[in-house]
């Protein structure tokens, strides 16, 4: 995020949020912006990696997971959601006139976009570890892992010339407020000073001792202060390169770039875990805010990712990875938390009746949803990657911290735990039989069957000889599915193994087949047809099975990652889903194994797939943060 105090990117940060905000919490999980065809609801907006107002202050923009959102703050409604071929924006810089928006991307791509409009102007292929602006708006420096600044022309995208010397990748970048100089701090330690006109080297800083995080000049340009991850911020003479002043933060963690108020009075630097503010007139460290000030902060409190003063210098924001908070700087209080963002989504699951949707995700609570207004339910405590309704859709299933836990799904209370020798592996591995009478857990090599009201162990199923991954009932309850996961080393990291699918009869433990996927190391997900005849199981591959002859009927192959999660229609048997770590979900034709269509819309890998009872919907979770509810009717249309 490249900073400059000239054009106020970082002192209008949040003043309009403070000014028309109610002061209680806010932030809406679901939208309907920027859908992709066939979507009909987004629940999540991703995480957030940066946060800027634009210079007038009416526009808000979060760079997140799955791209830029656009807030009217006036109302702190959304406007607009800026999605850049299906990748994630890292950091975000408004121009010093508002008028653009520069963006960079997970795919080494630079964006500028139209702030009015909303299009994108066009992008450029570069490293975006960090950008900032020429106090006139002409020139965009942007900077990475190739160890080069470059400098691009804004208005066309024109590239104008190339700063070699670093040793290592360039971590920031600052014009200084005159225009006439660039500072790039960078990994190999160093803070450059380059001259903007001709490109030529002036003077290099030494004194770090580790990669320099964040570069940033005083509103005077006397004064460069820097961040590096020798935990120390100092204050250099920027004619003659002398180090002013050098002070230990103590920080321990990742740093993000520095910011000053509007005044230049005050300096603030950053970790994961805390903001410090500085006296720009002594040098001297005033106070820290630490994450954890406000208890009903409940987010991955841990991972601060932005910072930014409101322009009258009486309020800091900070952007974390699920929510952004305010603090008022004079008193020190917390103000609010802005809520509505969300961190890689593990697992979906609906209620028998449709109307509700279980989200389980990575550092968040689960939540639950009104399918159809897209409306909050309710929050249950605990983390967990892996949930599932209980057949009656009256109990929720979770696991956390290897325990199976229910919950009633009105409230979110705890019914009740599993404990003792029930432990489950994190990748949750469980099912209820169709009647809800059963409970499957996989553990190590075995499977354990237990009575789901009272927890009693009716029987345990040997046979894996590699730790066991899926679970899966038929319909009728009369059959059960267990997939493995192989633990053997690869001879080479592009030579698979194989794994193996068992069968068995749960009401009498009998072992009835053995289905064994070459050239495969997981078998990721299990799924019956409605009529029990299939069984699909998934890895670098989606394969159908006869249940009965045990035969191996399709191999359907297309996906370039691994096959996460698949999804039988629930009353279309010839309709299957698949949703991969490449970001898309397919659709299938069973008997023909033929590839119908590819959905697209998540910017990372789709770990949960399922299908509403009525068939409907279709919701796919994602790595990105969010979950995508599909009409299946409307992807039949052109």
């Known amino acids: 995020m490249g900073i400059s105090v000239y054009f106020m990117r970082y002192a209008i940060l949040f003043f309009i949020a403070v000014t028309f905000l109610p002061l209680q919490s806010s932030g809406q999980y679901a ?21 800027a107002y634009s210079p007038d202050g009416t526009k808000f923009a979060v760079a997140s997971s799955i791209g830029i959102w656009l807030y009217d703050t006036k109302t702190y409604q959304e406007i607009s959601l800026l999605i850049g071929d299906m990748s994630s924006g890292n950091n975000i810089l408004f121009s010093p006139d508002g008028q653009a928006l520069a963006s960079g991307w997970d795919d080494a791509t630079l964006r500028i976009w139209d702030t009015n409009t909303g299009e994108q102007r066009y992008a450029i292929k570069a490293y975006t570890d960090d950008m900032s602006f020429s106090p006139d708006g002409q020139i ?23 700063f070699i010397g670093h040793a290592r990748s360039v971590c920031s970048v600052s014009f200084s407020p005159d225009g006439q100089t660039l500072a790039s701090g960078s990994h190999d330690n160093t803070i450059r000073l380059w001259q903007v006109k001709t490109g030529e080297h002036i003077r290099t800083f030494t004194g770090h001792e580790k990669s320099v995080r964040s570069i940033l000049f005083s509103a005077d340009g006397q004064t460069l202060v820097s961040c590096g991850e020798d935990e120390t911020v100092r204050f250099w003479n920027t004619k003659t390169g002398q180090q002013i002043s050098n002070t230990n933060v103590g920080y321990t963690g990742f740093f993000y770039p520095l910011v000053f108020s509007l005044d230049g009075q005050t300096l603030a630097s950053s970790d994961r875990n805390t903001i410090a503010l500085w006296d720009t007139n002594t040098n001297e460290r005033i106070h820290n805010f630490p994450v954890d000030t406000d208890p009903t902060f409940t987010e991955y409190t841990s991972n601060l990712r932005s910072v930014s003063f409101s322009p009258d210098g009486q309020t800091i924001a900070g ?37 509700k949707l279980a989200v389980g995700s990575h550092g968040l609570p689960i939540r639950l949803w009104n399918t159809k207004t897209g409306e909050y339910i309710c929050t249950i405590k605990g983390s967990s990657r892996h949930v599932s309704f209980t057949p009656d859709g009256q109990t929720l299933a979770g696991v956390i911290y290897m325990h199976l836990h ?18 489950i592996y994190s990748f949750g591995c469980f099912a209820f039989s169709p009647n809800g009478q059963t409970i499957a857990n996989g553990s190590s090599e075995t499977i354990h069957l237990r009575n789901a009201t009272t927890g009693e162990h009716i029987r345990s199923l040997t046979g894996h000889t590699d730790s066991v991954r899926s679970i899966a009932f038929s319909p009728d309850g009369n059959l059960l599915a267990s997939g493995g996961q192989n633990t053997i080393p690869r001879v080479a990291d592009d030579e698979l193994g194989e794994t193996t699918v068992h069968l068995w009869d749960p009401h009498t433990g009998e072992h009835l087949h053995l289905l064994t996927a070459q050239k495969s190391d997981v078998i990721f997900d299990l799924s019956f047809s409605p009529d029990g005849q299939t069984l699909a199981s998934s890895d670098i591959a989606v394969r159908l099975w006869n249940t009965k002859t045990a035969e191996l009927l399709h191999t359907l192959t297309g ?23 490449d970001s898309t979900i397919r659709l299938w034709h069973v008997n023909t194994g033929t590839h119908l269509k590819t959905l697209t819309g998540h910017t990372r890998g789709i770990e949960s ?16 943060g969010t979950v995508l509810l599909w009409d299946i009717a409307s992807l039949d249309k052109p």
């Open 31 to 51: 939208t309907t912006l920027g859908l992709p065809k066939g979507a009909k609801l987004r629940i999540g907006k991703g995480s957030i990696r940066d946060i």
């Open 140 to 162: 965009l420096a942007s900077c990475g892992h190739d160890r080069k600044i470059h400098l691009w022309q804004v208005k066309t995208g024109k590239h104008i010339r190339t």
């Open 319 to 355: 952007g974390y990875a699920h929510a952004i908070r305010l603090w008022n700087i004079k008193t020190r209080r917390h103000i609010r938390t802005i809520r509505g963002y969300t961190d890689s989504v593990y697992s979906v699951s609906f209620s028998s009746d449709g109307q």
């Open 406 to 423: 229910l919950w009633e799904t009105t409230r979110g209370e705890l019914l009740r735990s599993f404990t003792g020798n029930t432990a």
């Open 559 to 581: 996906h370039t990652g691994w096959v996460k999660s698949i999804s039988f229609h629930p009353t279309n048997g010839q309709l299957l889903a698949s949703g991969s770590g």
């Open 609 to 624: 797939i399922s299908f509403s009872p009525d068939g409907q919907v279709l919701a796919t979770a994602s790595l990105d």
